[in-house]
């Protein structure tokens, strides 16, 4: 009886040990800033572009309120975009992940590639450290909200004006007739030199254009996992030429296209893969 109390004993000293230094190992890490992180920055619009993107509520005063069966705004609030960053689901993977950045690299930056996507306002103007989402505040919660999709532009802009990057079936789309009062052509020429505009402002990690006669470097083969193009300026894009608004538009192939969806659909998070080429940071 002795020797089994000795042993009982013995091993909650052993488990109690174990688990102290389980949790030394998960929480035993050193912050580092996200902007310094070589495994968590990617190509694309950075926080420190000085893009601020609309609340919502001033998008819904014109796209919403008319008809819940048909307008944007009624069936924006129920979807899962609108949820992105409440969704209970989306945290406890959140939570998960940061662990197992801790583990993996020795900090729970990994998670700043879920932040981009599910809270893309706070994302851009500078909210997303801590990567825990504990700095996200007010419309930040609207996660994948108007402003933020209608603003995005094709970094392969070049090849989307030409026709060339999904092949040339858009010529045969109802609005690329140019029937209308407002030809697509001559719009989307409009929009090439704007997108041409916002890519000068896009860096390398070294400081240098990332852009270079129109493209991006020859590496570049695509823009997934949140690397996401916005642009500085209000106009909003979206994919009709002929539509009118009280607000600036203009006309996006980009936003017909299964590479504006892949941009944050087209997943897989590039920590580990950073971490294996450059080592960990500890």
């Known amino acids: 009886m002795a020797r089994n109390r000795s042993r009982t004993a013995l091993l909650a000293a052993l488990t109690v040990t174990a688990l ?3 949790a030394f190992l998960v929480y035993g890490w050193q912050s580092v800033p996200v902007k310094e992180d070589p495994l968590v920055r990617m190509p694309g619009t950075q ?3 000085g893009v601020s993107l609309e609340a919502p509520g001033r998008c819904l005063k014109c796209h919403a309120g008319f008809n819940a069966e048909v307008e944007p705004g009624f069936n924006w609030k129920g979807s899962m975009t609108a949820q992105s960053a409440r969704d209970f689901l989306y945290w406890s993977c959140l939570t998960v992940a940061a662990q197992d950045s801790i583990w993996a690299v ?6 700043d590639i879920c932040l981009r996507c599910h809270f893309p306002k706070g994302w851009l103007e500078g909210r997303s450290d801590p990567t825990n989402g504990s700095a996200m505040a007010g419309a930040d919660y609207d996660g994948v909200q108007c402003d933020f999709c209608h603003r995005m532009y094709e970094p392969f802009y070049q090849d989307a004006w030409m026709g060339e990057r999904e092949g040339s079936d858009w010529v045969g789309d109802w609005d690329e007739t140019n029937a209308s009062a407002t030809p697509s052509q001559p719009a989307a020429d409009e929009t090439h030199a704007a997108d041409r505009t916002q890519a000068s402002s896009i860096l390398e990690f070294n400081g240098q254009p990332f852009f270079a006669n129109d493209r991006p470097p020859t590496s570049y083969t695509e823009a997934g996992s949140g690397q996401y193009y916005v642009s500085g300026n209000a106009a909003k894009r979206a994919s ?7 607000h600036q ?5 980009f936003h017909k296209s299964k590479y504006m969806c892949g941009t944050c659909h087209d997943v897989s998070n590039p920590v580990l893969d950073n971490w294996a080429r450059t080592g960990p940071i500890r």
């Open 20 to 22: 102290s230094a389980s």
């Open 47 to 49: 926080p420190d572009n």
């Open 106 to 111: 020795g900090t729970p930056n990994a998670t």
């Open 240 to 246: 009709f030429a002929d539509a009118a608004a009280r």
């Open 249 to 253: 538009m203009l006309h996006s192939r």
